[in-house]
């Protein structure tokens, strides 16, 4: 019943003819049940492969249109203020491996070392130094809001040849037609409009170009659900999937990542759970027409507001910190191919 109130839930096939059960990892879905946990999902109507309901995705979260708490611009720039200091030591290893990010990449198919490549949320350029494995660094363009994580981007030897700029996710400065490949990983949760984000993915890309989008999933778990809306957004697999085709992209998937020692749990989200990607078909700006941006960052905010909103939302965000190191003490405790 949840799953039909949900758009497109009825869309998600499981391709390359992998079933549940035959998949490596399995978890405790959404009502004790057991889910994939990983896997690749497309989206077509027509399909008569084996459908697969995102579980990880059941529960009603609140609409991406409703910011939590650090989805704000000025916001997320504070919080990277101070996150970039430890971000690449102390926050990625418990949620953003290099084995995770290889994976998250592949479907990215950076198949030819000439490509244009923007890193859209870039940071530190973590994911940008998986992207330069496949893509000459003076092809790619790592853009951020923030210049504290772009400092730190900037120390990083193999990306010395990269373009590094201050932008917006939302409002990208290149031009229409640019790129062959767009890559976000781990940004769109701040975004106060992923849509628009998504949106200007599909324009910057050239006709044939993929977008590779690698981002949080929503928890099912009561408690880690209540964090997850008052941190950040943390999308439902069909969102993106909804997103990516509203915005115009053609050949739609998704596949599930995650960190090993999760065995494959995804009940109680993940800050970065899948990869998704699409094709541009044609040539030009969006079909999706969109207003005027939601939030206008020149205007006055009241700082009282401002850091009510901040701490409560860093404070969030803190319970995803002890999440994985939870998660962790748990692989090492349960006889390894049983369920935690
Ligand atoms: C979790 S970090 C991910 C960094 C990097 N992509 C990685 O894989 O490690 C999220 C990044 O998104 C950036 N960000 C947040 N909102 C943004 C926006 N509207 N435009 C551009 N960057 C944004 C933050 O400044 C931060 O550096």
Redesign the pocket.
């Known amino acids: 019943m949840a799953s039909s109130m949900l758009y497109g839930a009825e869309n998600l096939t499981l391709t390359r003819g992998v079933t549940p059960k035959r998949l490596g990892f399995l978890g405790s879905g959404v009502h004790g049940k057991q889910f994939a946990n990983s896997g690749l999902i497309s989206c077509s109507r027509m399909s008569k492969v084996r459908t697969l309901s995102p579980k990880c995705s059941l529960s009603s979260s609140r609409p991406a249109s409703q910011p939590r708490f650090i989805q704000h611009?000025k916001e997320?720039?504070w919080?990277?203020r101070f996150?970039?200091i430890v971000?690449?030591h102390v926050?990625?290893p418990g949620h953003?491996t290099e084995d995770m990010?290889d994976e998250a990449l592949e479907p990215a198919d950076l198949s030819n070392r000439n490509m244009l490549v923007v890193?859209?949320?870039?940071?530190?350029?973590?994911?940008?130094l998986g992207i330069v494995k496949h893509v000459d660094a003076k092809n790619v363009t790592i853009?951020?809001?923030?210049p504290h994580?772009?400092a730190k981007a900037k120390q990083k030897e193999p990306l010395k040849d990269c373009k590094i700029i201050e932008?917006?996710?939302?409002d990208l400065p290149f031009k229409t037609d640019y790129a062959d490949r767009y890559i976000?990983?781990?940004?769109i949760?701040?975004?106060?409009e992923p849509q628009r984000?998504i949106r200007e993915a599909y324009r910057v890309l050239k006709l044939g170009g993929k977008a590779c989008i690698?981002g949080p999933v929503y928890p099912t778990f009561w408690l880690s659900r209540f964090f997850a809306d008052v941190w950040m957004l943390f999308p439902k697999e069909e969102e993106y999937i909804e997103w990516f085709q509203k915005a115009g992209f053609k050949d739609v998937q998704l596949k599930r990542i995650g960190p090993k020692w999760y065995r494959g749990v995804r009940r109680h989200g993940l800050?970065?759970g899948c990869s998704v990607t699409g094709v541009k078909p044609a040539s030009g700006d969006s079909p999706l027409q969109l207003g005027p941006k939601a939030e206008d960052v020149s205007e006055p905010v009241n700082p009282f507001v401002f850091l009510y909103r901040f701490i409560l939302g860093a404070m969030a965000g803190a319970y995803f910190v002890l999440v994985p190191i939870y998660m962790w003490i748990k692989d090492q405790i349960v006889p390894k191919g049983q369920p935690i």
Do not use: C, H
């Open positions: 611009k997320a720039f919080f990277y996150l970039s971000y690449d926050i990625n953003w990010r890193d859209v949320g870039g940071g530190t350029g973590f994911t940008t853009l951020d809001q923030s994580q772009l932008g917006d996710a939302e976000s990983a781990g940004s949760e701040y975004w106060p984000g690698i800050i970065m």
